[in-house]
């Protein structure tokens, strides 16, 4: 059912929803929302339309040059000087200056780690949320961080051998991030046995017993910045190092810090300092009732009123948002707050989709859906007034269990998640500073509906499609006043590179994509522009995603090179991940890497790293064996059906996926865009065939089916692989991907699962 008004045509539930759970309290009455509501999409659903209308220009300009011109393009140059012509590549501004005030310290000052989280997964959202802070001791002890050889497994009950690598791991990161005065000469924190704090000096220091009797200092007495408890025995010992918070608890009553000599029970890293809760690739929303539960998450997130029942240990409790922590300062007299969870952000749709939710009247076409990057900005927005007028209130119990760190909780707490007052939205997948100025302008128009100062949206902009990556400095002055962040993206930025050039010449494995020339310049590239635009100390500068969960050891071994590369802030998959990704941020100091950078001659490097940009990775030499093209095309096939099964059957858009090799893989729609791009790729120059690739997906759907046994939501596909039956919509809609990939709007997955969804979901 539909109600009219302003123009618009709205779902009478999500009327509801806005009318009986958004709105009040704000002091925006309901008329003057779906008015100003209705003027908005007016004025702007048209020209989202023309945006979309030249990216298909462009597109169709490419095609036609590559058709003219296949394979690896021969003159350079010439390229360059085509892409300028049509309007594809922009030149530079000379100067640009980034502006944004009044961000938190999470985006400007702080380096450390981001969460994206499916909004539609409240468990997942509220565990995201409280990962601010996490225990080192669980995330070494549970995962392959910790080596299981010699008998120190992980299974089973505790194992006081694999206990003891843990706790000598947590000293060294303590000798290492915070020393003690006479570290050079052999203390360690691995020899304390007691901890206290002196105040009697009138500001406060930190007093580290020994083995031998010695009692020494901090080599930095500053990085003590608070504790709790009693001074002379404290339960918790907080330390700063590179802006990250370091707590020592000491609990001498739980078995491990039973078995310390200094009572040391854990150590809790400050982590996830960022969470991006996601209405994008990580969620499936097709229509009103997905949009509604989406946006009651995000309401509930910033009132502190969203809890999830969680079963654990044989006993079920009510999972909440964490309190702020508190702290006395080491003077002993006054109290430091720290905050308790993840700064928040939202990801919004971009520009491509429409959603049923909310048909607008138009004069020439009729009653059509409204842009859905339209609709998620306007009532994503109104919803965050929550947070901008300090509505949000403790619900619940916390964690449910206690977190054994002495940061207690009570409810009807205040909480807030913008302290500086601003909302954060990402805004994926614009191509070029007209989309990005398009945003800007869109979040302006939903400022003055709901009265708020100009630039109080700051938005996040991910830097993954081509046409952006060539024009990252442009597209920060499209919206100086307003970035808080950029981010590389590789997976999508790859699924754009393969349907930008799909009529080149055939694609690189995927595998040699990561060497390609292209991709060393993307990285590169995104840090100095965003450097170069003033966005150290104002803003995120991020890196992508490490989608194994469940490989730690190589995430740490490997994901240093991010804060290496002077990015203040990169993506990781879970809780545990960040935790143990916060160790990279005290063993690089972000801050100094981004100034040495940015004494880097950007513009000299200007056209080495566009050519770069402009390098198509379509193979030299596409001379593959059968057993390479056959390898490439199973491992893509089973990664798509075992994503696009979740999403079409059970409207699960990001999960642990297991791929070919049985290893769990973080998946959302930019694997999934990739992957189909690449075969539709290879089906058009004729490196696969399509009966190869009906036999190929034949095949893994029975393979997709096996891995998936043990779900009891799970529908099998392969049976729609026998002749004359197709009632398996997931396996149908895989196949769509592959064989109308190259007729998707810049290679996109959303059109064709949406429609196949809608299928689902209307029975």
Same mark, same amino acid.
């Given at each position: ?82 892409? /300028? ?129 010695? +009692? ?53 890293? /400050? ?42 240990? %044989? ?149 993954? /499609? ?25 997976? @999508? ?36 522009? %965003? ?86 990775? +379509? ?9 390479? =093209?056959?390898?490439?095309? @199973? ?89 004359? =039956? ?23 997955? /959303? ?13």
């Amino acid at each position: 059912m539909r109600t009219t008004l302003h123009g618009l045509q709205v779902d009478t539930a999500l009327l509801a929803f806005i009318d009986d759970e958004v709105l009040p309290d704000t002091g925006v009455p309901a008329s003057h929302f779906w008015a100003g509501f209705g003027a908005i999409v007016r004025d702007l659903a048209p020209r989202n339309a023309a945006l979309l209308a030249e990216r298909e220009r462009l597109q169709a300009d490419i095609d036609a040059w590559h058709l003219a011109r296949p394979g690896p393009i021969a003159d350079p140059a010439a390229y360059r000087a085509f892409l /300028e012509r049509i309007g594809y590549l922009k030149m530079a501004p000379s100067h640009v200056q980034a502006s944004a005030t009044q961000v938190d310290a999470e985006l400007a000052l702080q380096a450390g780690p981001q969460l994206v989280v499916p909004i539609l997964n409240a468990r997942y959202a509220l565990n995201a949320a409280n990962a601010r802070w996490g225990s080192l001791y669980d995330a070494l002890y549970g995962t392959d961080a910790i080596a299981e050889d010699g008998g120190a497994t992980r299974a089973g009950s505790y194992n006081p051998l694999r206990g003891a690598r843990v706790i000598a791991f947590a000293r060294r990161l303590l000798d290492d991030a915070v020393p003690l005065a006479n570290h050079k000469e052999g203390g360690s924190h691995a020899d304390s046995t007691h901890y206290r704090i002196d105040t009697t000096s009138g500001s406060g220091h930190l007093v580290v017993t020994l083995k031998n009797g010695r +009692v020494v200092g901090l080599a930095e007495p500053a990085a003590l910045v608070g504790f709790q408890g009693d001074a002379a025995s404290p339960r918790s010992v907080l330390l700063c190092h590179h802006g990250l918070h370091i707590d020592i608890r000491i609990d001498r009553s739980t078995p491990i810090g039973h078995s310390d000599a200094a009572g040391v029970s854990d150590l809790v890293l /400050e982590a996830a300092l960022s969470t991006i809760l996601d209405l994008e690739d990580s969620v499936a929303a097709i229509d009103a009732a997905d949009k509604i539960a989406a946006y009651r998450n995000w309401l509930g997130i910033l009132k502190g009123t969203l809890t999830e029942q969680v079963s654990k240990g %044989g006993k079920t409790f009510e999972r909440g948002l964490n309190a702020d922590r508190r702290y006395l300062r080491p003077d002993g007299r006054s109290e430091l707050v720290l905050h308790g969870r993840s700064l928040m952000f939202l990801r919004n749709v971009g520009h491509l989709m429409t959603n049923p939710a909310v048909l607008w009247e138009s004069d020439k076409d009729g009653a059509r859906e409204i842009p859905e990057g339209i609709l998620d900005a306007v009532i994503t927005t109104t919803i965050a007034l929550h947070d901008l007028q300090r509505h949000g209130r403790l619900a619940g119990n916390g964690n449910g269990h206690g977190d054994g760190h002495g940061d207690g909780r009570a409810d009807g707490s205040a909480i807030v998640n913008s302290r500086a007052g601003s909302v954060y939205i990402v805004k994926p997948k614009m191509h070029g500073p007209t989309e990005v100025a398009f945003a800007a302008e869109l979040f302006g128009r939903v400022e003055q509906l709901l009265g708020l100062p100009d630039s109080t949206v700051k938005l996040g902009i991910m830097d993954e /499609e081509r046409r952006t990556s060539v024009n990252l400095k442009a597209c920060i002055a499209a919206a100086a006043s307003r970035v808080a962040f950029i981010n590389t993206g590789f997976l @999508d930025r790859t699924g754009d590179e393969i349907h930008t050039a799909m009529l080149a010449g055939p694609m690189r494995r995927k595998g040699d994509m990561k060497s390609s020339e292209w991709i060393a310049a993307y990285e590169r590239n995104n840090v100095l522009v %965003g450097l170069q635009c003033g966005l150290r100390g104002r803003a995120q500068i991020g890196k992508g995603m490490w989608a194994m969960p469940d490989l730690m050891a190589a995430m740490l071994a490997q994901k240093i090179a991010h804060p290496q590369a002077g990015a203040n802030t990169a993506w990781v998959p879970s809780p545990t991940a960040a935790t143990l990704h916060s160790l990279h941020y005290h063993q690089v100091d972000v801050a100094a890497v981004q100034q040495a950078l940015e004494q880097t001659d950007i513009d000299g490097q200007r056209d080495t790293l566009l050519a770069g940009l402009l390098t198509v990775p +379509v193979a030299a030499d596409p001379n593959w064996s059968a057993h390479e =093209r056959q390898q490439e095309l @199973d491992n893509n096939v089973q990664g798509i059906l075992g994503y696009v099964v979740r999403w079409i059957d059970q409207g699960v858009g990001c999960s642990k996926v297991p791929d070919i090799h049985n290893v769990g893989l973080m998946e959302d729609r930019a694997t999934l865009r990739i992957s189909s791009q690449h075969i539709a790729n290879w089906l058009h120059h004729g490196v696969v065939s399509q009966a190869q690739v009906h036999e190929t997906f034949q095949r893994m759907a029975a393979i997709v089916d096996r891995q998936n046994a043990g779900d009891p939501l799970y529908r099998p596909m392969a049976g729609s692989c026998e002749p004359g =039956r197709n009632d398996s919509f997931a396996y149908r809609a895989a196949l769509d991907l592959v064989f109308k990939g190259r007729e998707q709007p810049s290679g996109y997955t /959303e059109p064709l699962l949406h429609a196949w969804r809608l299928k689902v979901k209307g029975g």
